[in-house]
C-alpha cells in the first residue's frame, strides 16, 4: 500500500529539500520554516524512512543525501521518480495487467491518480509512469518465469530421454531457441514460452527468434502453464502456421520490426509437444504420446489449453 497523502506530501518536500541541503539543514527548515509546519516530525521521519525503503535517500548514518541517480533533477523529474518508485513498492494488483487494464488516462485507478495530485503530475503523466512501470516488472518476471519454464521442460525430457537436451539459452541467448531436444537420429530446437496466467496467453517473440522460425524446419514454438510453485502443469506447442502468418510486415527498409506480441489461444495450440512433420512422424508421435500426459489432470487450470486428444 502506499503511505497516506500527508506522508506522500513529506515525501516529495524531502526530496526537494534534500536536492540542495544536507540531513540537518533540512531538519532545520522543516522545525522552523511555517511552509513546512503544516505537517508534524513524525509524519516527515516517515516520509524519509520510506524514501530510504525506495532507495531515493542513502540510509540514515550516512548522510542520508539523494541516491546518485536522482541528484541534481528537476523538482519535476523527481516527482515523477518517487511516483514510479513508490508505484513499484506498492504492488498494486491492477499493476501486473496494467497494459490491458488502463488503455488511457482516464482509466487511472483511484490510488495511482491521489499519488499523482500530491506529485503534482497530470493524468497523462501518471499514465505513462505507471506504464513504465508495468513494463519493468513485467518484464523481469517474464524472465524469472522463463528461465523457471525451460528449467522443466529439460527436466521432463531428461526423465523420459535421458541425455536427450541441451540447455543452449544457459550457454548463449543468440540462437533463436532454449533447447536443442534429440530423440534417435532426428533433432529439434525448442523455443520456450512460460506463463503462470491462467486465462490470457501473451507470447513475446523477438524479430530474432521469428525469424529462425521461419528459416529452421526444426524450430518448434513450445509453451509452458506453470503453477504458484514454478512447476509444469500445461504443455503446448504452438501452430507454426498461425505463429507466422500472424507476423508483423516490414514496409520498408528503413523501418523494421523487433519484436511482436502474439494473444493465443486454444486454436492456436496443439497439447502436448507435437513435433511431427512427413519426414519424422512416427518419432515425433512416440515423444508427442509421451508428453501429452502432462495436461492431462491440470490442463483445465489454463483457459489458454487446448483440449487433449482422446
Not at 536536492?19 to 539543514?25: F, K, P
Not at 513494463?135 to 530421454?161: C, F, N, P, T, W
Not at 513475446?204 to 518448434?220: F, K, N, T, Y
Amino acid at each position: 500500500m502506499l503511505p497516506a497523502e500527508t506522508v506522500l506530501r513529506a515525501a516529495a518536500r524531502w526530496l526537494r529539500l534534500l536536492n540542495g541541503t544536507h540531513l540537518a539543514q533540512a531538519w532545520a527548515l522543516i522545525r522552523a520554516d511555517s511552509r513546512y509546519t503544516d505537517l508534524t516530525q513524525t509524519q516527515y521521519a516517515a516520509a524519509l524512512q520510506w524514501l530510504q525503503t525506495l532507495k531515493l535517500v542513502a540510509d540514515a548514518g550516512r548522510g542520508d543525501e539523494l541516491a546518485a541517480d536522482v541528484v541534481a533533477l528537476p523538482e519535476a523529474l523527481l516527482n515523477v521518480v518517487l511516483f514510479e518508485r513508490g508505484l513499484e513498492h506498492a504492488s498494486p494488483a491492477w499493476l501486473a495487467d496494467a497494459d490491458q487494464l488502463i488503455p488511457d488516462p482516464t482509466e487511472l485507478p483511484g490510488d495511482a491518480l491521489q499519488l499523482a495530485k500530491v506529485l503534482g503530475l497530470t493524468d497523462a503523466a501518471a499514465f505513462n509512469a505507471a506504464l513504465r512501470v508495468h513494463g519493468k516488472i513485467d518484464l523481469e518476471r517474464r524472465q524469472l518465469i522463463g528461465s523457471a519454464g525451460e528449467l522443466e521442460l529439460v527436466i521432463l525430457l531428461e526423465d523420459l530421454y535421458p541425455g536427450s537436451t541441451t540447455h543452449v539459452a544457459l550457454k548463449h541467448d543468440g540462437f533463436g531457441y532454449d533447447i536443442l531436444f534429440r530423440y534417435g537420429e532426428y533433432e529439434w530446437h525448442l523455443e520456450v514460452k512460460s506463463t503462470t496466467r491462467r486465462g490470457r496467453l501473451s507470447v513475446h517473440l523477438s524479430r530474432h527468434e521469428h525469424d529462425v522460425g521461419a528459416r529452421d524446419p526444426q524450430w518448434r514454438l513450445v509453451v509452458i502453464g506453470l503453477d504458484e510453485g514454478l512447476k509444469l502443469r500445461a504443455l503446448a506447442t504452438a501452430k507454426h502456421s498461425k505463429i507466422m502468418g500472424r507476423a508483423p510486415r516490414d514496409f520498408s527498409q528503413l523501418s523494421q520490426w523487433a519484436s511482436v506480441l502474439h494473444q493465443l489461444g486454444p486454436d492456436d495450440l496443439d497439447a502436448g509437444l507435437n513435433l511431427g512433420d512427413a519426414d519424422v512422424l512416427d518419432a515425433a508421435a512416440s515423444c508427442r504420446c509421451a508428453l501429452q500426459g502432462i495436461g492431462i489432470q491440470s490442463h483445465s487450470m489454463f483457459a489458454w489449453m487446448p483440449q487433449l486428444d482422446a
